[in-house]
């Protein structure tokens, strides 16, 4: 533990070290290693000279480019190596030049160049050995096997470099998809939100003005009408808090790690409040219909569905001119089909385009549905929604 403590600081500094220096510091400690056999020749060998050192030189110096152009460096140190063989008698120890040469072969060339390498340091070290040196059996299995060796480290660094590669990249991409897969969903969020706050805000500021503007009209014939409408007003208003409350409470951070402090948002069994309140409100003859066994439905579709009845109700108060809606709720084994229908004037450019028919398509969607407007079958509006109810449905976030 403590020389691996030790090491990996080391391997680092080098990594980050200029290549070019590392390698020159490489270079000269090869030809240092290379220069000991002949400045301390054993006895009845051969003394250094020049004309070896220069040969020795030619083993070493090229390493300094070895990463800049391994190729052409191995071309170069396969040259001046056997040279250096031949003149000498006898031949070096260890091929120094031609272990580093290989190690960096195998781990920067192509496979082609790899290949030929290896194949003419071994077919040249054999037949150096043999026909300069006639050497012993386990001096060729040593050079042999050194070869290999280096060949084989040089291998594995290739590999090892290409699988971190391989896992940077793989990081960065998970990396990119994360942050994109955050940006949808603060997306989604943001458009849920917007969605629900318009619901609220366009249901019960259309039920203000309906009694707003009924109030002047009264309020000196009428005082007991009058007095309805105003309270009217404020009980639209008091559950508009309530809800947009409710909304903006999922946004703080007790929210996020679990409070249960907040009321869920309304659901089916909340519609025939809604049909009564708008009825009272708005003067207008809201009737709910059920047919079929109710299921159980999602979160979000539960909400989907009054926020789709609310908003389509809202269109009639403000824009319809209707005196009487219908609201339908159709239980199918694997659907619900919601109707609202009204007797007013019909689709118009306000109703047929609006933000809030957009985002009741939004809703349906993303719920797994879909939803149709347009004309009714006498006259009128009509809103048609179907949304699943398998339970094991993994609903999106709406």
Known sequence: MRVQHWFAPVVARLKAANPYAVDSALAALVLFAVSLQWLFPDEGGDPLSWQGWLLGAGTTVPLVWRRAAPFATAWVVS????????????????????????????????????????????????????????????????????????????????????????LEDRARRLERERAADTARAMAQERSRIARDMHDILAHAVSLMVVQAEAGPVVVRSDPERAEAAFDAIAGAGRDAMVQ????????????????????????????????????????LRVELRTGGDQRPLPPDTEVAVYRVVQEALTNTVKHAGASAATVELDWAEDELALTVTDDGRGPTGTTGGGHGLIGLRERAAACGGTAETGRGPDRGFRVVVRLPVATDRQAAPG
């Open 244 to 283: 947009l409350r409710r909304i903006l409470g999922v946004l703080k951070e007790e929210q996020r790690k679990g409070s249960s402090g907040h009321r869920p948002q309304p659901g089916v069994a909340a519609l025939p409040g809604l049909v009564r309140r708008v009825g009272e409100s708005a003067g």
């Open 79 to 166: 040259a001046a190596t056997p040279a250096m063989a031949v003149y000498h008698s006898p031949p070096p120890d260890v091929m120094y030049g031609g272990l580093v040469v290989l190690y960096t072969v195998a781990a920067r060339c192509l496979p082609w160049q790899r290949r030929l390498m290896l194949a003419g340091w071994l077919a040249g070290v054999s037949v150096v050995m043999q026909h300069k040196e006639h050497a012993r059996p386990f001096e060729y299995a040593f050079h042999l096997l050194s070869l290999l060796c280096a060949y084989g480290f040089g291998s594995l660094a290739r590999v090892q470099r290409a699988y971190t590669a391989a």
